[in-house]
């Protein structure tokens, strides 16, 4: 079954660092990869998507690169801030329909 | 519009008695979802509509768990004889239907559900 993996459940770093944050599948290649923020007792936001054709995206401090032989997508944030600190998750929709997300990994940046 | 909205926020229940939950996509949003999604996990696809249709259910979704979006517009979710193991945040999303090609969806706050 189509599967989606985050290795690391907490990431911590210090201000002013890059943040890389990694999402594998496995048995299937994903159309797209999504890329999401959740903060406590709120609703994931959408970042960032990069389609299967696609090396990397970019959005301000966000990049999503999307590497299909290693089955893999990064995400980095660069010059972390504080209010970076969130879960960020990692989903694909194969037809367009319903996401299959990770478990997430929860970032910590401190001052 | 404000972004998808959902009610209640929170919900308390006894074992045994039935739920309903209200969510209200983004108006121009043909497409809506449900998720469930519990401490440490992400979220977990229930069912999705486009429209007034009810397209994919998942296996998740067992018969005590009914979802409607009469007239295509709000949805919402029943849960009949709730169990313990119900307990979860309900989570709905909506997106348009040709929106970047890649369906980013958009999430509302959820509804946290405690079975006692």
């Known amino acids: 079954s189509q599967k989606i993996e985050q290795n690391s459940e907490a990431l911590n770093i210090q201000e002013g660092k890059t943040a890389t944050l990694t999402c594998n599948y496995t048995n299937y290649s994903p159309a797209y990869l999504q890329w999401y923020r959740q903060d406590p007792g709120r609703g994931p936001v959408f970042l960032l998507l990069?389609?299967?054709?696609?090396k990397e995206k970019r959005k301000e401090r966000l990049k999503v690169t999307f590497d299909t032989t290693l089955k893999q997508s990064l995400f980095h944030i660069t010059a972390s801030q504080p209010a970076d600190s969130a879960t960020y998750l990692c989903a694909n929709n194969q037809a367009g329909t319903a996401l299959i997300f990770g478990k997430g990994t929860t970032l910590s940046v401190s001052s | 519009d404000t972004g998808v909205s959902q009610n209640p926020r929170h919900k308390i229940t006894k074992r045994g008695q039935n739920v309903t939950f209200r969510c209200d996509p983004i108006?121009?949003?043909?497409?809506l979802y449900w998720y469930r999604q519990t401490l440490g996990q992400g979220p977990e696809f229930l069912t999705y509509f486009q429209n007034e249709a009810q397209l994919e259910k998942s296996r998740l979704l067992s018969d005590r768990f009914s979802a409607e979006r009469p007239k295509g517009s709000f949805s919402t979710l029943e849960i009949q004889r709730t169990e313990q193991g119900d307990s979860a945040m309900y989570l709905c999303?909506?997106?348009?239907?040709?929106?970047?090609?890649?369906?980013?969806?958009?999430f509302g706050p959820g509804t946290r559900l405690t079975v006692l």
């Open positions: 990069i389609r299967e054709n696609e």
């Open positions: 999303a909506s997106s348009g239907l040709f929106s970047a090609g890649g369906n980013e969806q958009f």
């Open positions: 108006s121009e949003h043909n497409r």
